[in-house]
């Protein structure tokens, strides 16, 4: 049992390591190569934040391990509200800016509800996931916009440079996306067998030790960022994150093969993870700040839905 849970450390270190290297040479390889900035940040870095998520949800569904595809991707964005943002406005409130706020959180909330009604039937479809892929294309292209606007079309394209120039930060790219991986694997191999060993439900390990080990870049990014004095970026990030863990690896996984959705997740999981965005989403519309009692609510929330599972479902 140690062992397992050493490997358990390892991975989260190979991802949360790996997952930063990845995108600090994806970012370098862009901008020499001379692609724009509105094109890197709509992408690559998107795709780059949750490629822990992507990856551990991914390596399950193809493993048939599709309880824990579902609970890692719902585990985390819940995780991200409830934990990650609710704790960060405890330690101090954060603006909000109103026009790109809401945009945002209609797309993560869409997407949670789309989730929700596809699945009602109990299995989330090939087709389904095309639904929840579209959902996500829709938010790309809306980032796209978004920074062409910030850009107003001025976006300088940079000389190209030899393929040569680009070998390191190649190396680091295939590096950082080989640990991802394979930390991955490992993080999910050691969440069965704890699940296994403990006599806890897969689901439930799913939704909260993996969910929390896949969502340590964006608790160490708000955490960073609080302390910095630059908290408001964390809002944001979470948004989007939220939005590509439900619409991105959902509806990727599910390509791989279908996933079978549990009276555990449709009665319980989806029904916390929606009230969670909606009552973030009223928080951030009726003030121009988030204030730390808001931010103690949605604490509060998550523990309680935390102590519900181990509760009712254990």
């Not at 943002?85 to 909000?96: D, E, M």
Request: proline fraction near 3%; include cysteine; glycine fraction near 10%.
């Amino acid at each position: 049992m140690l062992e397992t849970v050493a490997l358990l450390l390892v991975s989260l270190v190979m991802i949360t390591k790996g997952a930063d290297w990845f995108v600090e040479s994806a970012v370098t390889i862009s901008e020499k190569s001379g692609i724009p900035k509105i094109i890197i940040g709509a992408t690559i870095v998107s795709f780059a934040t949750t490629a822990p998520e992507f990856t551990v949800s991914a390596m399950a569904a193809y493993l048939n391990h599709v309880e824990m595809t579902v609970g890692n991707a719902v585990g985390s964005a819940i995780c991200n509200i409830g934990l990650v943002l609710g704790g960060v406005i405890v330690i101090k409130a954060i603006p909000v800016e109103l026009h790109g706020f809401t945009r945002k959180s209609g797309f993560m909330l869409g997407s949670a509800l789309l989730l929700f009604a596809v699945s009602y039937d109990g299995v989330v479809s090939s087709f389904d996931g095309i639904l929840l892929l579209l959902v996500f294309i829709g938010f790309l292209y809306y980032n796209y916009r978004l920074q062409s606007a910030v850009f107003d079309g001025n976006e300088e394209f940079r000389e190209k440079v030899p393929l040569s120039q680009l070998k390191k930060d190649i190396l680091l790219f295939i590096a950082g996306a080989l640990l991802v991986v394979i930390g991955s694997r490992i993080l999910v191999d050691a969440g069965i067998t704890i699940a296994e060993w403990l006599g806890v439900p897969e689901m439930i390990i799913a939704l909260t030790l993996v969910a929390l080990g896949t969502s340590l870049p964006e608790l160490i990014t708000a955490v960073s960022a609080t302390l910095k004095g630059h908290q408001d970026i964390s809002i944001g990030n979470i948004l989007g994150a939220n939005t590509m863990d439900i619409a991105l690896i959902l509806g990727a996984s599910s390509q791989i093969r279908p996933l079978t959705i549990l009276p555990q997740s449709l009665n319980y999981d989806f029904p916390f993870m929606i009230a969670l965005m909606i009552i973030l989403i009223i928080f951030g519309i009726t003030g121009k700040k988030l204030e730390r009692w808001e931010g103690a609510i949605i604490l509060g929330v998550y523990f309680g839905y935390v102590a519900g599972l181990f509760t009712l479902f254990n």
